[in-house]
């Protein structure tokens, strides 16, 4: 499995940034796919997971109602869409996948994932 995020930028607070991720190497549909995001001097942290199964899609409390995650229909590509950006959402998001499901318990713990890609920069400042 390989993973491929782009779609990182720089914006102003305020603005919308749509990030993506690339599926290959195997049969997308079997994998859930999470994001997640690292800032200088912390912790990866989770920030959203879309289910294999059903599509469900879980966020982070500091995402909630700003972010959304979607598949297409193919199932080889993951977007984030990031609106209302704020200086704290500044980091280096991946997104990482596992064959199977996620719950609302696991789908932002990085153990729970086995694959990951690299990642791309977000920056929000003015």
């Known amino acids: 499995v390989q993973l491929q995020a782009s779609g990182g930028g720089l914006v102003q607070p305020g603005a919308s940034l749509r990030v993506s991720c690339a599926f290959s190497?195997?049969?997308?549909?079997?994998?859930?796919i999470g994001w997640f995001r690292q800032a200088p001097g912390k912790e990866r942290e989770g920030v959203s997971c879309i289910n294999s199964a059903d599509g469900k899609a879980y966020y982070a409390d500091s995402v909630k109602g700003r972010f959304t995650i979607s598949r297409d229909n193919a199932k080889t590509t993951v977007y984030l869409q990031m609106s209302s950006l704020m200086p704290e959402d500044t980091a280096v998001y991946f997104c990482?996948?596992?064959?199977?499901?996620?719950?609302?318990?696991?789908?932002?713990?990085?153990?729970?994932?086995?694959?990951w890609g690299q990642g791309t920069q977000v920056t929000v400042s003015s």
């Open positions: 190497g195997s049969t997308p549909e079997y994998y859930s």
């Open positions: 990482a996948a596992v064959m199977g499901t996620v719950v609302a318990g696991n789908c932002g713990r990085r153990s729970r994932y086995d694959y």
